[in-house]
């Protein structure tokens, strides 16, 4: 590990003022920059016992927020740290994380001064790391100091797994570091013993992200007799392919309604004069408008999406047919309702991943087959029924994961 600091400090030297040039000159900012370099501003005071969670990007900070608020439940005496490597990843710890964590920052660059630099200063108790962040010097400095460190929600790629493989020798010296690592899967648990991870330090613990809760929810909408199909999260663009699809649908499937849930309440103008346009009818949740009198309502309210798949027959997740990378699809699947998306899922990747190896989720690619599995899915009720019990199968066997990385948190 001593030649992997002089190296990645040469490499970070030579690289870096290309790497900020070239990130200014494409217009994105090198945020946090004095935060990774190890110059942290640390509230706390000797003898503070500090749990640190690190989630990289949007997705893996996403994940850690049940956990966060159930240590903080758990275990109040205790301080939280979050970190993220990327500014988007901040912003969203910031939203989400205010009120749980008492101290939000950036991870540092893994070298030895950035990484020395960022534990004098913090000096957490235990740190835990999710999913596939392997910082060697890092794990390294922890080992040597004394400090637990863990990684959280371990997933290993097809891709990344073969490239570990071909420097096995290098990563079993980094996992030597490790105080333990908990995967999502037994595959993922075979993966990291296969690339180095002492078997004896690596547990299946499910994944984070399936420990969420079905909302109470008493929704009367005059859905009874209804299929209702919920496109959910929608941006623009997207509203016109759900809608010129459930026209088409409508047509065969004489019984269905739609809710239509743009992502931002404040598209409803532009989403009005598309009905118009459609020469669609449509109601107003905000007006408390049916299914009776309707065949497209308008969830114009916030906070309320969460409940509503409780009701609907399957749901469209938008975010998935533009540039955005998907939204949660657990917010449905957790009902044992099928779920569908378009391409753009990057930042709930994993998870699709999971849907998709059983029917109850699945990826299409293009608007005509967004119409075509919706059809199959009102047509066919023994593979309606298969979907929604893959639902609830695949739930059952990722969740628990919370508590269990809470029973290892002294």
Not at 27 to 51: C, M, Q, R, V
Not at 136 to 150: D, L, M, V
Not at 161 to 179: G, I, R
């Amino acid at each position: 590990m001593f030649i992997y600091g002089i190296l990645s400090t040469i490499v970070f030297i030579v690289a870096m003022p290309f790497v900020f040039a070239f990130r200014k000159c494409i217009g994105k900012p090198n945020a946090g920059l004095k935060e990774k370099f190890g110059f942290i501003s640390s509230p706390f005071k000797s003898g503070d016992d500090i749990i640190m969670l690190h989630g990289v990007s949007v997705g893996e900070v996403i994940a850690l927020e049940n956990l966060a608020k159930k240590i903080k439940e758990t275990f109040p005496e205790k301080k939280l740290v979050i970190t993220t490597g990327t500014k988007t990843g901040q912003e969203i710890a910031h939203k989400k994380y205010e009120g749980v964590a008492d101290f939000i920052t950036y991870f540092p660059f893994d070298i030895p001064f950035c990484v020395n630099g960022f534990l004098n200063r913090l000096n957490p108790n235990t740190v835990f790391i999710a999913e596939t962040e392997i910082w060697p010097y890092f794990a390294y400095a922890c080992n040597k100091r004394n400090i637990p460190i863990s990684i959280i929600n371990g997933r290993i790629s097809d891709s990344t797994f073969n490239s570990y493989l071909k420097v096995k020798f290098f990563f079993k010296k980094v996992f030597e570091n490790f105080t333990a690592i908990y995967t999502q899967s037994e595959e993922d648990k075979e993966k990291y013993i296969a690339v180095g991870a002492d078997k004896n330090k690596v547990e299946v613990m499910g994944n984070l992200k399936f420990d969420v809760k079905r909302k109470d929810a008493d929704i009367q909408m005059g859905q009874d007799g209804f299929r209702v199909i919920i496109a959910g999260s929608t941006h623009a663009g997207e509203d016109e392919i759900v809608l010129n699809a459930f026209k088409n649908l409508k047509e065969k499937h004489g019984n269905i309604k739609l809710l239509l849930a743009p992502r931002h309440p404040k598209r409803l103008p532009e989403i009005e004069v598309l009905m118009k346009d459609l020469d669609l009818k449509y109601g107003l949740r905000s007006k408390d408008d049916r299914f009776t009198e309707y065949d497209i309502v308008i969830l114009d309210t916030l906070g309320e999406l969460g409940k509503m798949y409780s009701i609907c027959h399957f749901a469209f997740i938008g975010g998935s047919f533009n540039k955005t990378g998907g939204h949660n699809p657990l917010e449905a699947s957790v009902y044992d309702k099928p779920t569908i998306t378009g391409p753009s899922i990057h930042n709930f990747k994993d998870i699709y991943g999971i849907l998709n190896k059983t029917d109850a989720g699945q990826i299409v690619k293009t608007p005509e087959e967004l119409e075509q599995y919706q059809d199959k899915l009102l047509s066919d009720n023994e593979f309606y029924k298969k979907a929604c019990n893959d639902c609830k199968t695949v739930f059952e066997a990722q969740q628990g994961a919370l508590d269990f990385v809470i029973s290892k948190i002294g």
